[in-house]
């Protein structure tokens, strides 16, 4: 007879319920419109025509519906304990990122994003990646337009890691070679959608990489990848890399350090107050 193997299910920190999940899916569905509206809108229609007004508007509805997301997974069982592991995680991430601060790619933050996202799940890594990027703003004086685009690319970024396979299952090097292949896409993927974020404010009279409100969408993805070559290639290869260094390196370290604190948390237990003793 065969031996049983018993699998210990990962706890969760946070359970995404309906609601938190719908409203999960509203704020990626504009982000998704406030990411890509210059190819969704055809040529010369009157949102091209307020291209240096449209990122405003969707940083500011960005910045109300992050808001509402992360209440809705509060409501869900953002308990005590996860504040707690939430609050020393976004301190963590938000003091590693000034270390690379002005040297291209030396972004450490992103490899402890994708290893808490692994552990704690989706729904936590979304509000963990909002979080630290906020607070990592306020800590280098990165505050503006771009800010709700970079809290909710990072929130994609973690919740990315929480929805990869055998959260349960899935140990030792091959998680490590399936964390750091995310890491290295992701980072470019992030680079990426965080260039659409700013592309449209470049003036068209300024480049011929620039955003054209009057060319067709073929015309401006070639002017936006050639954006992409000039000016984010090496610093989103640098992030990639030392994403997936990091990952490698201490990686196994700090997955064990957050399986152990997440066991001894026990987030899924109820929490009870007993009545002092006479």
Known sequence: MAASTTVRRQARAVRLGPRSLTALALVSAVGVAGFGWPFLAPPGSQIGAHAQDAPWLFAGLLVLLVAVVAAAISESGLGPKAVAMLGVLAATGAALRPIGAGTAGIEPMFFLMVLSGRVLGPGFGFVLGSVTMFASALLTGGV???????????????????????????????????L???????????????????????????????????????????????????????????????????????????LRALRRATRRAAFEAPVTFEAPRQ
């Open 180 to 254: 750091a292949g995310y890491g290295f896409l992701a980072a470019f993927a992030y680079g990426t959608v965080m260039n659409m974020a700013g592309w449209p404010f470049m003036s068209a009279l300024a480049s011929n990489v620039a955003f054209d409100p009057h060319a067709p969408v073929a015309a401006n993805l070639a002017r936006f990848v050639a954006y992409c070559v000039a000016t984010s290639l090496g610093w989103d290869l640098g992030r990639a890399v030392v994403t997936v260094v990091l990952t490698l390196v201490v990686g196994p370290a700090v």
């Open 144 to 178: 503006g337009p771009w800010l709700p685009f970079q809290m909710l690319a990072m929130g994609w970024f973690a919740m990315g890691a929480g929805l990869l396979p055998g959260p349960d299952r899935l140990r030792g090097r091959a998680e490590l070679a399936m």
